[in-house]
């Protein structure tokens, strides 16, 4: 279990690299391709309550560390944050890990679905946080295209 | 509950408030050093990307690339490989010259970079150049190409640097109007209605005698961007209840820049 654990940290941080080399895919409304919520919550599935809050805290804090610009003196959220905003989905995901464990491959496509749908509430949590911070919150019609399409 | 769970629940709260209250100058510094450790990663990908000729395009379907496919057979009996070899020369040759001019006639001492990488999520936020503190390059440094201004150097590493871009929202700068007395604070847009987002100047009077095509320059006043670099071209103005209110075209292409420099000094 704790080799599994380890491979699903490297796996995380080589999707968190990999990421930086892909364009947004114009053809999908320029959405982005995102693999580490897909293994996130595959590893919410698979490991025990406090492996998966390791898993959380370091997922989290490689997110902001990648993503979010430390300018001098405004940054748009503080590190760390997105902790929490993949905390709550991935409790959801936690949630099912019986029906995961019985290794029924419908449930198996179930749960994928389940957590294609869970991602873009992290992107929207760490939007409207970034929203709040800057001024007021701001929706466009461009956003209602799904900028995102998640592997899985 | 399990004693274990409330173990883990505990060192994950502590931990995560730890995170949370870590002081930015830290923060930063982590920010700094994953780049550093990643940048051999991001050094080679970059080399791969651009011999691949890029991921640009993005991911088609069967049937568009057979149609493509199909295309590109027709056109490739018409061209000979020899041709097309010396129109992609010519075009980077061209581009060589420009940037190369265009460093040689500035007022300001220029180093040149190339960018390393950007991520798809922050495409219109931020980039990665392959300049860092060995080469003299700190934070709050401009970051221009021969058209205009790209962005502003926010964490250093010592062998890269991440650019915040013109086109993001945080990113302020003071700016006049070409031909006007007109000054203002020019910021990018959250998001926009076209894929590549238009910049905004803010604070204009309401009676600024504005014109699409005007060319919106630094004005110097924030400390980091020297003044008369062009930052873009005014699309539309709107008078609001207290203010002007422009959007801009901007100057520098920046879903395809490659090659950029950072602004370290004056000659």
Known sequence: ?152 | MKSITIAALGAFGIFVVLILLLPQQTKRQLQGALFQFISPVLRTGASVQQELGGVRGGLKRLDELERENQKLNLENEQLRATNSLLRNLEGEVNRLNRALGFREQSAFKLLPARILSRESATWWNFCTIDRGTKDGVATDMAVVTEDGVVGKVTTVAKDLAVVLLVSDESLRVSVSIEGTQEQGIVSGTRASSTYVPDLKIRFLSKTANLKPGMQVLTAGKGGVFPSGLVVGTIKDFSARQLEGIASVTPAVDLAAVQDVFVIVGER
């Open chain 1, 1 to 152: 279990m704790i080799l599994f654990f380890f491979s699903l940290l490297v796996l995380i941080f080589g999707s968190f690299v990999f990421q930086l080399f892909l364009p947004p895919v114009l053809l999908l409304h320029g959405a982005v391709i995102l693999f580490v919520p897909a293994l996130y919550f595959y590893g919410c599935l698979s490991l025990p309550f406090p492996l998966m809050l390791a898993l959380t805290f370091f997922t989290g804090f490689l997110n902001d560390l990648f993503a979010v610009p430390q300018a001098r003196s405004n940054p748009d959220f503080p590190t760390g944050i997105s902790i929490l905003f993949y905390l709550v989905p991935g409790l959801i995901m936690h949630g099912f890990r019986p029906l995961f464990l019985r290794h029924r491959w419908e449930t198996h496509c179930l749960l994928a679905e389940i957590g294609a749908v869970l991602t873009p509430f992290i992107l929207l949590a760490q939007y409207a946080m970034l929203s709040f911070e800057r001024s007021d919150f701001f929706f466009s019609a461009m956003l209602s295209y799904g900028g995102s399409w998640v592997p899985g």
